[in-house]
């Protein structure tokens, strides 16, 4: 069954540098997510992609984020200089043609020192 | 998104059904609603949604009411790798609708 991959599982920083944190959504997929789970909250949407654009956004999603699909298999979150309260499991998602039902992978876990 | 609420927790013993409520009171008429499940920390996993009629899938059953303010997701056969937090989401209808997470509902299963 075709699944959603995310690299790398876990990945430690220091506060103040860029992190990309990679995906590979579902191959037929044109819609994608990124979502993002501090320890102990909730999931929280950060942004939607679709035909190369941001289709949303939350107000999570400031400017020291973006997305980016540089080729035909990637999905890309770049955080460009962290923060402590980066700290968290970032999950992508994607979605087929009609957009409907989500299909998350397994998660980054991003930890800010 | 279309409020739900859920029951913060609930168990059920090992091989019984699991009955999850959700309750979805301002739901409009094309808003569909969706389960996932997540595990611990990982990703959420998609369950089973509908939007009118009852759904049935290999994980799981949907039940959803005439008045569609209430649904019921049924765990036919629990098991104990069937612990996870469940969530119950009734997105914006339309191109990449964002899913709106609450806490979900905690199932516990027991031995």
């Known amino acids: 069954e075709p699944e959603v991959t995310q690299t790398p599982s876990h990945q430690v920083t220091q506060m103040g540098q860029e992190v990309i944190l990679r995906c590979v959504p579902i191959?037929?997929?044109?819609?994608f997510y990124w979502y993002r789970q501090i320890l102990g909250q909730k999931v929280e949407f950060l942004v939607s992609?679709?035909?190369?654009?941001?289709?949303?956004k939350s107000e999570i999603f400031d400017d020291q984020f973006s997305v980016e699909r540089p080729d035909g298999s990637n999905f890309t979150l770049k955080i460009r200089s962290t923060k402590l309260e980066d700290s968290a499991m970032y999950f992508c998602?994607?979605?087929?043609?009609?957009?409907?039902?989500?299909?998350f992978g397994p998660g980054t876990r991003l930890t800010v020192l | 998104d279309a409020k739900t609420t859920q029951p913060p927790s609930m168990d059920c013993a090992e091989g019984r059904a699991a009955n999850l409520p959700c309750n979805h009171s301002?739901?409009?008429?094309?808003?569909?609603v969706y389960w996932y499940r997540q595990i611990h920390s990982q990703g959420p996993q998609y369950i089973i949604h509908?939007?009118?009629n009852n759904e049935t899938n290999e994980m799981a059953s949907l039940i959803i009411t005439e008045d569609r303010k209430s649904s019921t997701l049924i765990l036919p056969h629990a098991t104990l790798r069937d612990t996870a937090v469940y969530y119950c989401?009734?997105?914006?209808?339309?191109?990449?609708?964002?899913?709106?997470f609450g806490k979900g509902i905690t199932l516990s299963v027991r031995p």
């Open positions: 998602a994607s979605s087929g043609e009609r957009a409907d039902t989500q299909y």
């Open positions: 191959s037929n997929h044109l819609y």
């Open positions: 992609f679709y035909n190369n654009e941001i289709s949303e």
């Open positions: 301002t739901i409009s008429g094309n808003e569909y």
């Open positions: 509908g939007l009118k």
């Open positions: 989401i009734a997105p914006h209808t339309g191109a990449n609708s964002k899913l709106t």
